[in-house]
C-alpha cells in the first residue's frame, strides 16, 4: 500500500443516501479519498427504482467500483451496507482481481447467524412504517418530517426485502482483513454476532467497539474516523500519523 492515498468506498444503512458519508470527504482528505457509494432511489440517483433484490444490485455497483480502483481502496458499510460491502468485495476478487486493504463492517451480525428481528418488509404500508419507526437500524431522521416517511417508503421497502431475504452460506470468504465495528452501546449487535465476521476472511480479523449506540458516529465520528486513519495511512516518520480535521462549523 503506498500510504500517500487510499480510496475507502461507503455504502449507506437501510433508508439511507451515502451523502450522509460527504463530510467525510473533507475531513480525511487528501490521505484518504472518500468516495460514497449511492444507491439507486435516493440522492443523486432519485428518479431510479430501488432495487429489492441483490444480484441486480450487485451488477449495478460492482463495475462502478472496479472503474474507480485506482489506487489501493477499502470498503465500509454500516447496518444492511455492511453486507453490501463485503459482497462488492468478494465480486470485486472474483471478477476483477481486485483485494481491498481493509473491508469494514458496522453496526451488523454476521449474516450466517440466525436473525434476532421479526421480519417486517411483508406488512402493509401504515403498518410497515409505524414499524420501521422504530426500529433500531433506521436513524429517527428519516422520520423526521410528517410526509418524509412515506416519500421514503419504495426505498424502505426495497431496503428491507434485501435485507430480510439475503442468504449467506460461508462460501464466500475474501482475502481481505476485515475489521467488525459496532456502538458500546448497540444492542442491535451483540458480542458474538459482531465476532462471527471473523469468517468472512481469508486474512486478519478484529472487532471493535467504539463509543456510543447504533449510530455512534453521526454523535460523534472522530473515533471511526481515526480507525480509518490509523488502519489506511502511512507516513514516513514513524510514530507519526495526520490528524482529522476539525469541524469548521
Keep these: 500500500m503506498t500510504g500517500t492515498s487510499v480510496r475507502l468506498f ?3 444503512y437501510a433508508g439511507a443516501s451515502a451523502g450522509v458519508y460527504l463530510p467525510w470527504c473533507e475531513r480525511l482528505q ?6 460514497p457509494l449511492e444507491l439507486p432511489g435516493r440522492g443523486s440517483r432519485m428518479r431510479e427504482e430501488p432495487r429489492r433484490r441483490l444480484e441486480p444490485l450487485l451488477h449495478d455497483l460492482v463495475p462502478t467500483v472496479a472503474r474507480l480502483c485506482d489506487r489501493p481502496f477499502a470498503l465500509y458499510g454500516h447496518g444492511f451496507g455492511a453486507v453490501l460491502a463485503y459482497e462488492i468485495a468478494a465480486r470485486l476478487e472474483w471478477d476483477h ?4 486493504e481493509r473491508l469494514y463492517v458496522s453496526g451488523y451480525p454476521a449474516p450466517h447467524l440466525p436473525p434476532r428481528e421479526e421480519p417486517i418488509g411483508h406488512l402493509p404500508d401504515e403498518e410497515f412504517l409505524a414499524r420501521a ?3 433500531p437500524r433506521i436513524h429517527p431522521g428519516t422520520f423526521g418530517e ?5 416519500l421514503q417508503l419504495p426505498v424502505l421497502r426495497a431496503d428491507f426485502a434485501l435485507a430480510e431475504s439475503y442468504e449467506e452460506g460461508l462460501d464466500n470468504t475474501v482475502h481481505a482483513p476485515v475489521t467488525a465495528l459496532a456502538g ?4 442491535t449487535v451483540r458480542g458474538a454476532e459482531l465476532g462471527g465476521w471473523r469468517d468472512y476472511t ?3 480479523f478484529r472487532a471493535r467497539r467504539l463509543p456510543g449506540g447504533h449510530f455512534h458516529w453521526h454523535a460523534d465520528e472522530r473515533p471511526l474516523l481515526n480507525v480509518f486513519v490509523d488502519d489506511l495511512t502511512r507516513c514516513n516518520a514513524a510514530h507519526n500519523r495526520f490528524p482529522v480535521a476539525e469541524r469548521t462549523f
Excluded at 487528501?30 to 468516495?35: C, E, K, L, S
Excluded at 482481481?97 to 481491498?100: C, F, N, Q, R
Excluded at 458500546?184 to 444492542?187: C, I, K, N, V
Design 10 to 12: 461507503c455504502l449507506p
Design 30 to 35: 487528501p490521505h484518504i479519498a472518500v468516495t
Design 97 to 100: 482481481e481486485l483485494v481491498a
Design 133 to 135: 419507526g422504530h426500529h
Design 146 to 150: 410528517a410526509g418524509l416517511a412515506r
Design 184 to 187: 458500546q452501546d448497540d444492542l
Design 202 to 204: 481469508r486474512r486478519s
